[in-house]
């Protein structure tokens, strides 16, 4: 049941590298859009001071996650939650901080809305919203690259598409978040850190 990303094995490590430093020493992670569970057990072992919560609307997700906990017998992770991100209701009251990686390219707009919204409910003053992932930065792509990923994410459903980073300011913004610190990563993605106000 396990499910292995390729793009997961090559991106965990930098993405811990960003967040040891901008975690809390303890309190609860919780990471929307878990996928195969591979980042969450990557943070998870690297980190056994904070408890992690996985979620995912996919029960295939959800239970490949639940493996690869199994398989490490990792105890700061619980359950994979099934969380849908534009939900007017999670099933969560509060995080400290916020994961998402690799989704509100490959989710319609409202996804990325649900996920700010969700994310200024739960987390307190000063909890993190972390997102990981391409962007546009001034309404254009900051590699060939992304611009190619986001035609072939637009053919495949046109709600889909690489973000632009001022929009997604913006909306933080308008949630009570503050400005993004903007963290260059490899393969042209970008690590916004959002705090909440």
């Given at each position: 049941?396990?499910?292995?990303?390729?793009?997961?094995?090559?991106?965990r490590?930098?993405?811990?590298?960003?967040?040891?430093?901008?975690l809390p020493?303890q309190?609860l992670?919780?990471?929307?859009?878990?996928?195969?569970?591979?980042?969450?057990?990557?943070?998870?072992?690297?980190?056994?001071?904070?408890?992690f919560?996985?979620?995912?609307?996919?029960?295939?997700?959800?239970?490949?996650?639940?493996?690869?906990?199994?398989?490490?017998?990792?105890d700061?992770?619980?359950?994979?939650?099934?969380?849908?991100?534009?939900?007017d209701?999670?099933?969560?009251?509060?995080a400290?901080?916020?994961?998402?990686?690799?989704m509100?390219?490959?989710?319609?707009?409202?996804?990325?809305?649900?996920?700010?919204?969700g994310?200024?409910?739960?987390?307190?003053?000063?909890?993190?919203?972390?997102?990981?992932?391409?962007y546009?930065r001034?309404?254009?792509?900051?590699?060939?690259s992304?611009?190619?990923?986001?035609?072939d994410?637009r053919?495949?459903?046109?709600?889909?598409?690489?973000?632009?980073?001022?929009?997604?300011?913006?909306?933080?913004?308008?949630?009570?978040?503050?400005?993004?610190e903007?963290?260059?990563?490899?393969?042209?993605?970008?690590?916004?850190?959002?705090?909440?106000?």
């Amino acid at each position: 049941m396990r499910r292995q990303a390729p793009a997961a094995a090559r991106n965990r490590q930098p993405i811990l590298d960003v967040l040891r430093p901008r975690l809390p020493a303890q309190g609860l992670v919780l990471e929307i859009a878990s996928g195969s569970g591979e980042h969450i057990v990557h943070f998870a072992e690297a980190l056994p001071n904070l408890v992690f919560q996985p979620s995912d609307p996919s029960p295939e997700a959800r239970a490949s996650i639940d493996d690869w906990v199994q398989e490490l017998t990792l105890d700061n992770v619980r359950p994979a939650l099934a969380l849908d991100a534009a939900g007017d209701v999670w099933p969560l009251e509060h995080a400290d901080t916020v994961l998402c990686c690799n989704m509100i390219h490959i989710a319609p707009w409202e996804a990325a809305v649900g996920l700010v919204v969700g994310a200024g409910r739960i987390l307190p003053k000063d909890g993190t919203l972390y997102l990981y992932g391409p962007y546009r930065r001034g309404g254009r792509h900051t590699a060939p690259s992304n611009e190619a990923f986001d035609l072939d994410l637009r053919r495949r459903d046109a709600a889909w598409g690489v973000r632009d980073l001022e929009a997604v300011a913006a909306l933080a913004e308008a949630r009570d978040f503050g400005l993004p610190e903007i963290i260059d990563m490899p393969a042209n993605n970008l690590s916004l850190v959002f705090k909440r106000l």
